[in-house]
């Protein structure tokens, strides 16, 4: 069968533009879509910089002015890799230009930055999704599988985690290339939108909605060479969060993020227990997924590591053959076949910009709760 | 050298009181003391088990009455392992009587009594200690002496859970034999005091005291058929717990426990971030300390798992030989040797009634907390 | 009831004369035994030593000739703790004493001096037993139940290696306490008759009689000093040993034992491959089983991990609550209380003499077909 | 730069057609290489599924006959994807036509086969390479490294398992497509050819030379209806090896492989016990290298577990950020790499049809052993 071209400009050439690159070249070796993915455009402001993005991934144009990008008309999907301040400016250009849009996450510094943008692609009736990429690690979807299967039964607790240890070193600057994460005007916040909101969107999908949350954050390191302006500024952004929630299915959590837990780079580790069974998951070993059943016999009774690398696991069947391990890069070129089969569908993928905005609610009720020292409840 | 007799009374047949016994009769064959211990006599109210239990394990008489025991002439040490409501009148007696006192944890039910408990034996100046044996387990041992020695420098997060899963069906009653822990009136609290109290007994232990906390508690199951009075009643315990904590250090903590964790028996966990640094320990896996040494080498930098097993390892060179791992019962056989050593010495061996109060005003702040909503300072 | 008196006599203070000690003193404690053990005499060469271990130990008197020893009318049972070059003197003298006789693995240098024994406590009729303590580790009892079972199905593979690291420096002597077990004329063999005995014994009891082996040894350091003669003398026994094997059910083995597996103190594993289930053990977690359950679903299978604590494990109903491990000793309690047990009901508990035999004739194929180069068929 | 380009056939479409068309397209995106690969060709016998093959991973053209293909003169690099069989026939006309060859692993089904290959590779003098993916894993690069280093001292042992559970059904047949690995004339052997071959080739690299092997062979199943015939034939197939070595640098080795291991996947481990340092790896958790460093303090020393994702381990500063695991297809990858720099710098990359050949030397070794059922030296 014949495939429809689907051009596709990325705005934004580090880590995530990366990332995302990789999954559009690769998803279609390994899935069938009924898209032909192009490597239309990409975009930065630096001109040397992209070009040689462009030529490293092989994209056909560049552009160095985003507003020039979304209007043109050989662009049919804009993906968004830029820091957190540009998303909702991109995207409401983007969603009136009619393209459809992938925007990395988070989705915006905050809800209110959100609505903005959930509205905009609404309106706009584009397909939209957010790149919690972690939904997609087949442990991860086995785990949301085996849930939705009813094999936990009433949940009782929500644990997560994400642990990193990267910027304990206070000779670590603030904001620019690769720093900007550290810089509260380009981030929002510090962990609780970079790495809390993974969690939260995980938790979310699997666990649903989050009542109220009581919160602290820290900021270990008060200054930091900013190196855009050249001085040592104040630190805006939260080193550390942790948080106390309570899901609207009567369960309970504790959540907790920092970049000063030594000896973890990405350690992104849930557990959930169940009535009947509980599971866990860690991003360290992401091809693992850790499963007790209370209904095995009891003396055999243990927790299972499950190497999730079996054609009839989720994803599996597309990649190599039981026991080969895929690893972090996978989780984006699942995201681009189900956001392709959800257009063709006319079914949404999610996270959509409006799942999202969920998680964006749960994380300003964080850093509300960790202002105003009480509970808060997650306003939507 | 000849050694000074020491008669040893052991009050409650429980669990606990089969731990203790079996420490006292088995530290002289491993640990040089000063003192000959000796199986004096058994204390509790059925005649007929307190005679089975004192053939069972050796003592020389048995008591029905503890009031009796308290004040007889030939018990040097007398052992408290009742349930928690009677913790405080069986030591304000022994200590009256200058009695030797060790006690079970918690201390008592609250700081109150505990209060009154630490006047008495301090007014009486007896030897005391409470059992929070976790502490003398080898690995846990080991992680102090790492501390202590500056090894992971300035803390920044400590984390901890106790997690079980024995009170899930709601067929289970509460209260009596075996069940007090589900009765309030003899318990005082849920996992706050049995299951937390060890986390934070290590906590301070390891990493200073506790400044405030923000707390919530649980009760999953409402009401349970109660033994002694043979109706349904209310549920007065917390089912699980959890709290965000700040130390007085600066470093932040998450605590939780829970009986509702389904795969997990007795899973009390903790792990400790430091500058240089970072420590973890599990008690289903107790002789082992996982550690993570950011000045090794960056290429073979990992976390290592250390067989808490060689002579040179905190209590080690007593046991075996390298490679063969000790249980849980020994951390009672040091704690009575490090008991005897410290009155030998005249050098109180921690915890003493006054260390463990400090336990206790944190879990009455934890308590408060729940009831608050608010974040609340740790008194003391 | 009133129970037998069991007066019992240890001949070696060393390690296993510990274990033992201590197998005997707490085993009444934890399991209903129709005996009454008392500590009746310790025996070793040196008066000072064996006063000072009847001391720590409580036994009522010593001896330094074991010959006096085994003539006591006041001895009921002789165990023989010293090195395997006395084995066979010893078990004669106490066999034809009428001793009941408890012997340390292995049970002797080799299988010629084993059949004298099996003859001797044969012909005497006295109640026998090898030390092979590990098939007592819960964990390992519980491998048995599920082969037993029939869980496994048929059998393709097992494996089994036992890796310590003790003897790597050139500068450790030969010979003397605690070093004969370099010393081939007092050990009789190097890890052939220390390590892979156990490895033999334990496969044996999960997995049948062995066929043929083919062998290799080596003795990576040639020349050690000799604590007794002072010299520097050759070293006689083997460092290290690997054999293939066959299986008399048809089942393919790999054994390897050594003192030069840097990073390993007792590492005793070995892993069962069935048709329907595998099954793995450690002792360096000895508390745990690995399973695998091929029955399990697929999505969800993997291995499991049992913690061998609870309540109908074998062995743990006596010791303390789920969660919480036992170590190394308990195999030996474990052991005794089987003993006694098979004494009372009159059915022998395994490994007798005549079962230790023939892991005796598989490490004397072992040890053949290392020298010849060929598969040797086990004798026996 | 401008890059050279370089076209590239492929011949075989199945597990290992797509593992290697996916390294060629890939390696571009995150290498720097001298040569724009272009996905020149598609090889194989049916038309319809090698132009599917195509289609899916962009090749320009399709051949359906080799003998056409590898004297196109548009072709530069001829990658030999097909069963062991015609590996030899493929590889000595591809080397006549002067390609560069790159073959799957083994070189072939034996030596005899495997000399005339590299009598004609060099003969021609193209730059050659097998496929032996497993060295390119990073954790195993990093095992390398430090051996090369010296870290690890004299080497004392040696050990690797490769096993497998998907041929214990009686049902499966043998032949023809994805079956033809348990047809003895496609593959020339069973699990010593397709799986210990890894093993040896790992081990050689890594430790030097073997000298002499002992072995055993078991076919578990000895007959399977073929699936080219239609009829039940024997299998003439090793269903599992085992064998013991020793290496030339004086270290004993275990080795062992099979299909029959209920719960292993691909598991493909080794270790390394040196005089100052141990290694080991495991396939199931590629990522990760095992380290014990005999040099590191006493009191906390352990096995660390190095997650192998840092900028400077071998081959991550090309991927993704530390904590992030890449899989098992990115050892394709980096083999592609350093084939082309290789081919750059005039300095082959290892491992050539010469250094392949000493593994299929290895593998006759061991195959004339087990049938001998004495020690066998290494030919070469």
Redesign the interface.
């Known amino acids: 069968m014949s495939k429809k071209p689907l051009n596709v400009a990325v705005i934004g050439y580090g880590?995530m533009g990366r990332?995302h690159?990789?999954a559009y070249?690769?998803v279609?070796?390994f899935f069938d879509l009924g898209y032909d993915i192009r490597m239309k455009a990409a975009c930065a402001r630096s001109k040397d910089k992209v070009e040689a993005f462009a030529s490293?991934?092989?994209f056909e144009s560049t552009e160095t002015d985003w507003r020039k990008l979304v209007e043109r008309k050989d662009i049919d999907l804009v993906d968004i890799c830029t820091p957190n301040d540009s998303h909702r400016e991109i995207a409401l250009a983007a969603a009136a230009a009619g393209k459809m849009i992938l925007c990395e996450k988070p989705l915006a510094r905050d809800s209110a930055e959100g609505i903005d943008m959930v509205k905009a692609v609404e309106a706009a009736k584009v397909p939209n999704m957010v790149w919690y990429n972690y939904r997609r690690v087949p442990a991860v979807t086995?785990a949301k599988?085996?849930i939705d299967e009813g094999?936990l039964g009433r949940i009782?607790?929500y644990?997560a985690?994400f642990?990193?240890?990267?910027t304990?070193s206070s000779d670590l600057p603030q904001g620019g290339t690769g720093l900007w994460r550290l810089d509260v005007n380009a981030a929002g916040s510090g962990v609780t939108g970079d790495l809390l909101a993974h969690c939260i969107d995980t938790a979310i999908w699997l666990n649903g909605g989050v009542d109220k949350v009581?919160?602290?954050t820290?900021t270990?390191i008060k200054e930091r060479m900013h190196t855009l302006t050249g001085k040592v500024e104040k630190v805006g952004i939260d080193d550390?969060c942790?948080?106390?929630a309570?899901f609207k299915n009567g369960s309970?959590a504790?959540f907790?993020s920092?970049r000063?837990?030594?000896?973890?780079?990405?350690?992104y580790t849930f557990e959930i227990?169940?009535?009947?069974?509980?599971i866990a998951w860690d991003?360290?070993?992401?091809?693992?997924?850790s499963?007790?059943?209370?209904g095995?016999q009891?003396?055999?009774?243990?927790?299972?590591?499950?190497?999730v690398?079996?054609g009839?696991?989720p994803y599996m069947g597309k990649?190599?053959?039981?026991?080969?391990?895929?690893?972090?890069?996978?989780s984006f070129v699942h995201q681009v076949a189900d956001f392709l089969a959800g257009v063709t569908q006319g079914k949404p993928a999610s996270p959509t910009f409006r799942d999202a905005l969920e998680t964006q609610q749960v994380c300003d009720a964080v850093l509300k709760s960790a202002r105003s020292?009480?509970?808060e409840t997650v306003q939507g």
């Not at 000063?260 to 350690?267: D, N, S």
């Not at 227990?273 to 509980?278: D, K, L, R, T, V």
């Not at 009891?298 to 190497?307: E, F, L, N, Q, T």
């Open positions: 880590f990332a690159s990789n070249r690769k279609g070796n490293q991934w092989g086995l599988q085996l094999k009782f607790h644990r985690v642990l990193q240890d990267w304990i009581s919160a602290m820290e270990f550390a942790a948080f106390l309570r309970l504790t907790e920092t000063y837990a030594r000896g973890h780079k990405a350690l227990n169940g009535e009947h069974a509980s991003l360290h070993d992401l091809h693992r997924l499963y007790f059943d209370h095995d009891g003396i055999v009774r243990g927790w299972r590591s499950i190497h690398t079996d009839d696991h990649w190599w053959v039981p026991g080969l391990q895929i690893g972090y890069e996978h020292g009480a509970w």
